[in-house]
């Protein structure tokens, strides 16, 4: 299929925002890598503004030196990541100016929140990353955004231009799949799960058989904006729109160490975010060990306790670690249940 054309932007808004991104970059504690985005709605509404650095969440940088690792995870959230973690609104339909090209991991939870515009500053294209790295954002970042329906751009804000560097096949950008919503509960139900967070999901968990299941999936409750409360539950999958042939279509080489599936906990961080959904009592269940990246992320999420069936990983056989770290710490709450 044939990409289709781009869709029309404000472009001077877009180099503004590029800026503040910019501006920004040199304040990352980041020795080697500093890196910054900002994220914006399609109008440039000052109120949807968000500039961040790669940067760890004020928990990790009070307690350890920044070399130190949670579990054999940097404690560094990319910029991208970090915009959408620490944006108290949706994001979807939203445009990103990054100020160099996003790896495979940002890809995808760009793609989970449902961002459309991915501007990267020609500067960029000429750092670190893509020099080391360029199988891993030319084949997976790009072929991510694009089965995702996201735009991405060369942006060169001296000369005012940009270059489209990857369109989507279709505007219509695809649902994330793997996540379940149900239908509001009554009254009574819902003040039983505020209640009692941690029964009502040990509940939850037995009834949906989420124990039994072969990949790992997380479920908690949420309220959506009208107070209503739902049971949610997110299973691990491939990125919205990318099917398990386009994964198989790629050579093994380009796709270095990155996985193209999302976790089902860090998914569910961007979940509640694109249905601005908040998480009763700050719990969640596990069917896995959630993975050390889960739990660095989870520090800029209102996640305070999470509750692991079982004790096989996901992926990452250091989730173990990082889980009994952060209980030793106070950080967060850990029920092996
Ligand atoms: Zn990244």
């Known amino acids: 299929m044939e990409p289709m054309q781009y869709e029309e932007f404000d472009l001077d808004m877009v ?12 304040s990352s504690e980041h020795d080697t890598s500093k890196v910054a985005a900002c994220l914006f709605d399609p109008d440039g509404n ?17 307690r350890f030196d920044w070399t130190d690792r949670i579990g054999k995870s940097s404690q560094f959230i990319h910029a991208e990541t970090a915009c959408l973690l620490e944006y108290g609104r949706s994001a979807e339909g939203h445009s990103i100016c990054v100020t160099d090209p996003f790896c495979p991991n940002c890809a995808k939870t760009l793609a989970e929140s449902g961002v459309k515009r991915i501007f990267i500053d020609h500067k960029g294209m000429d750092k670190d990353f893509v020099q080391r790295r360029a199988g891993a954002f ?10 995702a329906g996201i735009d991405v751009y060369i942006l060169y804000r001296k000369d005012r231009r940009f ?20 239908a509001a509960l009554d009254m009574e139900a819902a003040a039983r799960v505020k209640g009692d967070v941690a029964t009502a999901l040990t509940e939850f968990a037995a009834e949906s058989g989420i124990n039994a299941l072969p990949h790992s999936a997380v479920c908690c409750f949420a309220a959506s904006k009208d107070g209503r409360v739902h049971r949610v539950m997110v299973h691990e999958s491939l990125p919205p729109g990318l099917s398990p042939q386009d994964v ?4 093994p080489d380009d796709t270095d160490k990155y996985r193209f599936t999302v976790d089902a906990l860090n998914k569910l961080y961007f979940v509640v975010r694109r249905h601005e959904l908040k998480i009763i009592g700050g719990a969640v269940y596990c069917n896995r060990v959630p993975s050390s990246r889960a739990f660095v992320n989870m520090l800029l ?11 096989v990983p996901d992926h990452d056989p250091t989730g173990g670690d990082a889980a009994r770290l952060y209980a030793e710490m106070g950080l967060i709450e850990v029920d092996w249940v």
Do not use: C, F, W
Request: glycine share 2%; net charge positive; hydrophobic share 45%.
């Open 301 to 311: 999420t209102d996640i305070r306790k999470v509750m692991i069936a079982g004790r």
């Open 46 to 62: 000052p109120a949807s503004i968000i500039s961040r650095t790669n940067h760890r969440p004020y928990a990790l940088k009070q």
């Open 248 to 251: 198989a279509s790629l050579k």
């Open 138 to 147: 030319n084949v997976i970042s790009l072929e991510i955004a694009q089965k």
């Open 15 to 26: 180099i503004r925002r590029m800026q503040d991104a910019v501006d920004v970059v040199l």
């Open 163 to 182: 270059e489209p560097l990857r369109l989507p096949t279709s505007h219509i950008v695809p649902a994330p799949a793997g996540v379940v919503i149900d």
